[in-house]
């Protein structure tokens, strides 16, 4: 590709201001006078509504299908790809030209626009993963992100992203878990908004996925969820409400998975009541790729696209639909508010006013430092118990041992995998086929260790233990990394793989100065905890991830990250120590009871009073700040809470205050506590800042499911600040009267 410095620079800025829809405007738009007669919605000054329905009248039914029926544009099944589609891509729409309406070209773009493997790869640039981006708890950097992948997207002719994850981590050992925003339904919406927000400021679509409780990857395609209503709406469903009240996704995937009985793609409760009835929600339903199982059930029961043609056994919204049409099974309104739903959200969007393009410029330096901030903030202190880090100036020698350090940075596996400019560190790893390569970006940790450290770096691949520890011990720290890798369409074991945790012991055992330093999607079990000095969870951390980590390490920035789930200390304190499904054959059919409900996460832990190995919020930093004047106000019921944040150390901090609230009698909730607010501050030494929030009244509710509103019992609730869900601070009390919702919280 071309690389046009300037031009990319003023776009990315742009983006990061989220301004950037007017730079990339590439038809002028049309005012009413410069509109042609014949195309009075090509007329922006009109709402997206109006403009759907004028365009919809001129459209025939092959035309409408042309909108509802997607392919999967590469070749697949013996089937040649549509040679229209972008190369390498997820997704492709034929458009209607003849009325303005553009093909449609999708990519994922969870973690940036990623590429399916094959001949064509293309290399873009990868964030750290969705659940890094979570635990830098600031929503700002998730923006930049999301704009820095819109930015990209347009510049490769993309105008629908298949990204914002936000499926609660309910069952740890998900392997999606890293492409997700982590277990709690506010923080998980605040993080994916923001990163839906800015990938929707180009002025393409981007989705919201997989609806609902898509929550292991283990039978994925026919398990059946079992999650009651009100325990939903208080959780998985919850997470989707605040991110699409947030962000506005032009488009709602629906997941593989069965949700109480009927697949997500043919859910009435979910499509239909739920999400476009109770939410009001008016963009549209897509499939996920092989996720649509009927044509004339699923598009009466909510579902308005069927993705990736052939992944599904039949092509049921091409020529099926168009019968059933005629034949008045799917009644033509409905067939009409599908293609309406579409229609609606490219323009609302402005896909229709700013047109794609293949073939733009991408600065993939200026790209990766938006990477790297939201790596350097996303990466977590678990423990430095022996002030091992920042990294001692004085440090002679330095063993680096493990996971490709001494090249690369790990990613997750699937659909997601971005192709890292550079190519890829590690040629030939992990499985051949789907969800595979194992894929390492080239940005090496020990390199930008090096860049920072006088010490003399010796690195071992960690295959051989005994050499390993003999490094160890003839060094006078030691940094071993280790990896979990994650991808979908397989869960994941929380035990370290290749005997990573007998590396662990014996390198701690040659030398106690050891830092560990994870590459994971999500918790593992430590079993060398107590031998090594200092744990940091790195996640996935994205194209600059090397450089990131060496930052944090070295101290030159803050370790700021939190952690956006629970780290749990062994499986019996899960809710199902056993993987449901685990060991069966791949299409089986089996139901996995979310028996405990809403109590997701740290909400669990509470209630069986379990201790973790650590706590949802936890993260230590290198300062110290102080938390005081906690007070809780109630005006006509609406909950704010002020405190302040004081930075009483000796370097500038970034932290990550959380209030935490309850009813003094928590008889009705699911659990003790929910986080209901927090905010990323940063503080240079001696400076303090009062700090407001206001608490979404939904978060102090229980969902009546008979009336089906939001109703905040009167009494004291307990507000409490803290700086982990098990480390809390300040707790002051406040009444509230009672009060009651409609289902969308107002
Ligand atoms: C994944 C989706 C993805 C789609 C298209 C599916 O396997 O579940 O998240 O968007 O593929 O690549």
Redesign the pocket.
């Known amino acids: 590709m071309k690389l046009n410095k300037n031009a990319c620079a003023t776009a990315v800025a742009l983006a990061l201001l989220g301004g950037a829809g007017a730079s990339w405007a590439q038809t002028p738009a049309q005012t009413a006078a410069q509109t042609p007669a014949s195309q009075p919605w090509m007329d922006r000054s009109l709402p997206a509504e109006q403009r759907a329905a004028l365009v919809l009248k001129e459209m025939t039914d092959d035309e409408k299908i042309n909108l509802l029926f997607g392919y999967f544009p590469n070749d697949f099944k013996g089937i040649k790809r549509q040679e229209a589609g972008r190369k390498q891509a997820?997704g492709y729409f034929k458009g209607i030209p003849r009325l303005g309406i553009p093909e449609l070209h999708q990519a994922?773009a969870g973690i940036g626009v990623a590429s399916q493997p094959g001949p064509d790869v293309r290399e873009r640039t990868a964030l750290p993963s969705g659940m890094a981006t979570a635990a830098t708890w600031n929503p700002a950097l998730a923006y930049q992100g999301g704009a820095m992948i819109g930015a990209e997207a347009r510049a490769s002719g993309f105008n629908i992203l298949?990204a914002g994850g936000v499926n609660l981590a309910r069952e740890p050992r998900n392997g999606r878990n890293f492409e997700y925003g982590g277990e709690d339904p506010w923080l998980a919406a605040q993080m994916v908004g923001a990163q839906i927000r800015g990938i929707q400021s180009n002025h393409i679509v981007s989705t919201i996925?997989?609806f609902a409780a898509n929550d292991q990857e283990t039978g994925r395609n026919h398990l059946d969820a079992r999650l009651g209503d009100q325990a939903a709406r208080t959780s998985d469903l919850l997470a989707f409400q605040f991110a699409i009240e947030n962000a506005s996704p032009g488009a709602v995937?629906c997941g593989?998975n069965r949700y109480n009985g009927d697949y997500a793609c043919e859910n009435d409760y979910l499509l239909n009541q739920v999400l476009k009835r109770d939410w009001g929600y008016k963009g549209w339903v897509m499939s996920?790729?092989g996720g649509t199982h009927s044509t004339v059930p699923a598009a009466n029961r909510g579902l308005d696209q069927q993705s990736?043609w052939p992944f599904d056994h039949s092509a049921y919204f091409n020529e099926a639909l168009k019968e059933a049409v005629e034949n008045g099974h799917v009644p033509r309104a409905r067939f009409d508010d599908m293609a309406k739903r579409v229609l609606w959200a490219l323009f609302d969007k402005g896909v229709i006013d700013h047109p794609v393009a293949e073939g733009g410029a991408i600065d993939y330096a200026a790209h990766a430092k938006v990477s790297q901030a939201d790596a350097e903030e996303g990466i977590v202190l678990l423990k430095n118990s022996k002030q091992l880090l920042p990294l001692a100036p004085g440090l002679k020698s330095i063993a680096i041992i493990g996971s490709h350090a001494n090249v690369g940075v790990l990613s997750g596996g699937g659909?997601s995998q971005v192709y890292p400019a550079g190519g890829m560190a590690v040629p030939g790893l992990g499985p051949k086929e789907f969800p595979g390569p194992m894929v390492y970006f080239p940005s090496s940790p020990m390199k930008s260790i090096a860049a920072r450290s006088k010490a003399q770096l010796r690195y071992a691949d960690g295959s051989d233990v005994a050499a390993a520890a003999q490094l160890a011990a003839s060094s006078e720290l030691v940094i071993v990394f280790a990896n979990q890798w994650t991808a979908?369409a397989l869960d994941a074991s929380l035990t370290l793989p290749d005997r990573q945790d007998a590396l662990i012991a014996a390198v701690a055992k040659a030398n106690p100065n050891t830092v560990v330093v994870l590459e994971s999607g999500g918790p593992v079990l430590m079993p060398w905890l107590d031998q090594v000095g200092a744990v940091v969870e790195a996640w996935y951390p994205g194209t600059a991830g090397g450089e990131a980590i060496a930052r944090v390490l070295s101290g030159e920035v803050d370790a700021s990250g939190r952690l956006p789930l629970t780290f749990p200390a062994s499986l019996e304190q899960l809710p199902r120590p056993k993987l449901d499904g685990e060991g069966l054959p791949k299409d089986s059919r089996f139901t996995v009871n979310y028996h405990e409900g809403a109590a997701v996460g740290y909400k669990w832990f509470d209630l069986k009073g379990h201790k973790p190995l650590f706590p949802f919020g936890h993260g230590l930093s290198y300062g110290s700040v102080a938390y005081s004047g906690l007070a809780a106000r109630a005006d006509g019921g609406k909950l704010t809470v002020t405190f302040k944040v004081s930075n009483d150390g000796q370097r500038t901090v970034k932290d990550v205050p959380q209030v935490y609230v309850s009813p003094a009698n928590a008889a009705k909730w699911e659990a003790p506590k929910r986080l209901a607010a927090f905010e990323k501050v940063e503080l240079k030494p001696g400076e303090s800042r009062t700090v407001s929030l206001s608490v979404d009244p939904r978060l102090l509710a229980v969902f009546d499911t008979a009336d089906k509103r939001w109703k905040i019992g009167a009494g004291d609730y307990r507000v409490q600040l803290a700086k982990s869900a098990a480390d809390i601070r300040h707790t002051v009390s406040v009444r509230l009267p009672a009060r009651s919702l409609d289902v969308r919280g107002k």
């Open positions: 997820a994922d298949l996925k997989h995937m593989y996920d790729w990736g659909s979908e």
